[in-house]
């Protein structure tokens, strides 16, 4: 599996001046507009979608999937590997967009530029949180990527995100708003815990996405 993920990663080195200018521009600029770190958990948000669908992109170049498949590595390894990279620049990007929004935050006000102040763990926590949402859209996204491939998949991962966002929308607005309400309350009151609670909800769903991307692509002709 470590061969698997070094490979993985050897892909995004070919791509880490795009994948570090495009969240840290949008970090900066909605830092300085926004004037709240509110610009490093949207930069951070951006990453995980980022790097999925720039390795499925390039899956996609030169039958690289299908070359990556006669390698000496099991399906297994290669889907997991998948995650993992994944995983691995969602976690770079947390720490690399947090020290920039704090760079912001101390640079803007020596400016003359106003920036909402906020503790450290604050705007620590607001990025992780941010990462680990989308990680949830991303185990929902894989594993029809992993079924269909990148130009058909993308169809269906569009539809499935649309009915989640309207599941979503239609539970906090009409079938249960207090429930949400109520949540939303206990969230407030209790950061550390919800955060903790998020974290750990969004990697069991991811871990479970991968296992069934696994299933699929064992059984997947390439």
């Known amino acids: 599996m470590l061969a698997a993920v070094k490979s993985e990663l050897a892909i995004m080195r070919t791509m880490v001046v795009l994948m570090s200018v495009m969240p840290v521009t949008v970090c900066i600029f909605m830092c300085f507009g926004m004037g709240s770190y509110a ?8 990453v995980p979608m980022l790097v999925m669908f720039s390795l499925l992109g390039y899956d996609d170049q030169n039958g690289w999937l299908r070359y990556r498949g006669a390698l000496p590595f099991s399906r297994r390894d290669i889907v ?4 993992a990279t994944i995983l691995i620049c969602s976690v770079i990007a947390i ?3 947090f020290v920039v929004a704090l ?3 101390l640079a803007f006000p020596a400016l003359g530029v106003y920036m909402e ?4 763990s604050e705007i620590f926590a607001a990025c ?3 990462s680990v949402i989308v990680l949830v859209l991303v185990s929902i996204a894989q594993p029809f990527a992993t079924k269909f491939g990148t130009a058909k998949g993308a169809r269906y991962i569009a539809c499935a995100l649309m009915f989640v966002g309207c599941l979503i ?3 906090t607005q009409f079938a249960m708003p207090e429930l949400f309400g109520g949540f939303g309350d206990w969230v407030s009151q209790h950061p550390i815990a919800s955060l903790v609670a998020l974290v750990v909800a969004s990697l069991a769903i991811y871990a479970a996405s991968c296992k069934l ?3 699929i692509f064992e059984n997947k002709d390439i």
Not at 39 to 46: E, F
Not at 80 to 83: A, D, E, P, Q, T
Not at 117 to 120: L, Q
């Open 213 to 215: 991307s696994i299933r």
């Open 103 to 105: 760079a912001c935050a």
């Open 169 to 171: 929308y239609i539970g």
């Open 117 to 120: 102040t906020a503790p450290a």
């Open 128 to 130: 992780v949180a941010s």
């Open 39 to 46: 610009g490093a958990s949207a930069a951070c948000a951006m």
């Open 95 to 97: 720490v690399f967009l």
């Open 80 to 83: 997991v590997g998948r995650y």
